[in-house]
């Protein structure tokens, strides 16, 4: 019994950790195929954007795009957001 327990407390800890990561933005590794600059302040035009964003993994488009349809997450991220959805959130 005390092995079922601490097999779920952890796979909880798991979830919970998997959650609190679940802003795409916090990792910022992928964003710099998507603009000019190591500033991150000129996007690239969007055919080169449209590039990018389909050279990404399908998980992570889609976790963009839920994101980006979420206002308070997305105002940070305007501009960026407005390509991803001006893709149609294309998954």
Request: charged share 20%.
């Given at each position: 019994?005390?092995?079922?327990?601490?097999?779920?407390?952890?796979?909880?800890?798991?979830?919970?950790?998997?959650?609190?990561?679940?802003?795409?933005?916090?990792?910022?590794?992928?964003?710099?195929?998507?603009?000019?600059?190591?500033?991150?302040?000129?996007?690239?035009?969007?055919a080169e954007f449209r590039k990018a964003w389909f050279a990404m993994p399908k998980r992570d488009r889609t976790k963009m795009t839920k994101t980006c349809n979420?206002?308070?997450?997305?105002?940070?991220?305007?501009?960026?957001?407005?390509?991803?959805?001006?893709?149609?959130?294309?998954?």
């Amino acid at each position: 019994m005390g092995t079922k327990i601490a097999c779920l407390a952890a796979a909880a800890i798991g979830l919970l950790a998997q959650q609190a990561s679940a802003d795409p933005f916090s990792d910022l590794a992928a964003l710099p195929t998507f603009y000019t600059d190591a500033a991150m302040k000129t996007m690239k035009p969007m055919a080169e954007f449209r590039k990018a964003w389909f050279a990404m993994p399908k998980r992570d488009r889609t976790k963009m795009t839920k994101t980006c349809n979420d206002s308070a997450m997305s105002k940070p991220h305007a501009a960026f957001c407005a390509n991803v959805l001006a893709l149609g959130g294309a998954n």
